[in-house]
DNA sequence: GACCAGGTGCCAG
DNA sequence: CTGGCACATGGT
């Protein structure tokens, strides 16, 4: 539990956050519900978060180590306007007031994104504790161990992952994990290059592709341009137009669309579609009601038409 | 049971 | 270049 934390409570005053939304967001999986906040790891330390208002109560941690991680210094206004002239992105982004893409440590978000292909967000959270639990350095003070280093799952076994429920995911977190373990593939090298040159590299990696690597981009090296197209942002980037386009055309499109923060408004739209407030065409039916009305055919595509 | 999930890689035409 | 398919697992 978080109280072993024994260290006393700091407290941060912040502006335009929301602790639940972004941690709940589909960002990073680990941090658990506990005392009224969240207890997690931020790398190898262990946290303990609280909000209150503007208020944030912290165990384990510097303030500054954690408006890094949470991004607190972000311009969210700025990132509002950039799209003002798009209305359902506005009010998405309206409607997540305190959303902010975090800064995620790379190793840790390159693993957890390998997993994420075909899989739900809950579902991911339990592959990332799994291995938490199996492979990673248990920290004093919370109940959530640390994401088990490279070399650490570089030498398991396919078999062994498995075990950790990741499916055919395995096999690609066991290379990935054994190149970079190896030195042969530096999550570090990335940071001085250009997002496309990042995502090159990237995708060179077993079981990473384009939007696994938009992901990673966004999530942990703060290319806050990249958009990841995954099945919801396919069908909100699809239905504002009328013909079909590949995932890398909709990627392009986007970018277009959403201005030079793309990737943030993403998340925005990402989390009100996935959270059943945008009305999207044909996803299993999660607007609550008709069980077998099949004669409302309700606009089909078109959420948006400027 | 069918269907779906923050896709990727590979192979045929 | 495009379309189709296998790949594992867990929840509705």
Request: charge should be positive; include cysteine.
């Amino acid at each position: 539990m978080s109280k072993t934390i024994a260290v006393p409570e700091g407290t941060l005053v912040c502006a335009e956050f929301n602790l639940r939304m972004t941690l709940e967001s589909g960002q990073t999986f680990h941090w658990t519900e506990s005392e009224g906040g969240y207890t997690g790891c931020i790398g190898k330390t262990a946290v303990f978060v609280r909000q209150e208002g503007d208020l944030l109560h912290y165990r384990g941690i510097t303030p500054e180590e954690l408006s890094h991680y949470f991004a607190l210094d972000h311009d969210l206004e700025a990132i509002r306007a950039s799209c003002a002239g798009h209305a359902v992105s506005h009010e998405s982004a309206l409607a997540c007031r305190g959303l902010r893409i975090m800064r995620q440590p790379h190793w840790e978000c390159i693993a957890t994104f390998i997993l994420s292909p075909m899989k739900q967000v809950a579902h991911i959270r339990q592959m990332s504790l799994a291995l938490r639990e199996a492979y990673g350095r248990k920290l004093r003070g919370t109940s959530v161990p640390a994401f088990p280093d490279p070399k650490a799952l570089a030498e398991t076994s396919e078999r062994d992952l498995r075990l950790c429920g990741l499916g055919f995911r395995a096999k690609s977190l066991l290379s990935t994990a054994r190149l970079v373990a190896s030195g042969e593939f530096d999550p570090e090298s990335l940071i001085t290059l250009s997002t496309e040159m990042a995502r090159k590299e990237l995708c060179t990696l077993p079981g990473i592709g384009r939007k696994v690597a938009n992901c990673i981009l966004l999530f942990s090296y703060e290319r806050l341009e990249a958009v990841p197209v995954d099945v919801w942002i396919a069908r909100i980037l699809g239905s504002f137009r009328s013909r079909k386009a590949t995932p890398e055309q909709l990627e392009r499109y986007g970018g277009k669309l959403l201005g030079p923060y793309a990737g943030y408004i993403q998340q925005y739209l990402f989390h009100r579609a996935r959270t059943g407030k945008l009305d999207l065409p044909q996803k299993h039916g999660r607007a609550g009601a008709h069980r077998h009305s099949r004669s409302t055919p309700r606009s089909r595509g078109k959420i948006l038409e400027s």
